[in-house]
């Protein structure tokens, strides 16, 4: 299922991936943001658990932001496996 997340004090200001069951797919990171991370981090996580996401890339700063596209996506993710959950249960 394809989830849309809306950043907070980050440069991208979307997020869009796929959930499948616990396992994320298709990361996309829209409006903004430094290119080579907002490549690099979708091909990191390809594949990955939402676990082990949070677990990875939760609490990465940057700057004085207070989180970072990292921190963002990891919440993101988490929100929507959680969200999904709750609608299965």
Do not use: W
């Amino acid at each position: 299922m394809e989830h849309s997340y809306k950043t907070n004090h980050t440069c991208s200001k979307e997020i869009r991936f796929e959930l499948d069951g616990n396992v994320v797919t298709n990361v996309r990171f829209l409006g903004g943001g430094c290119p080579g991370n907002l490549q690099a981090l979708p091909r990191l996580v390809e594949g990955m658990t939402v676990e082990e996401i949070e677990k990875r890339l939760s609490g990465i700063l940057c700057g004085y932001k207070g989180t970072s596209c990292a921190d963002q996506l990891a919440h993101a993710i988490l929100k929507a496996y959680e969200e999904e959950k709750g609608v299965k249960e």
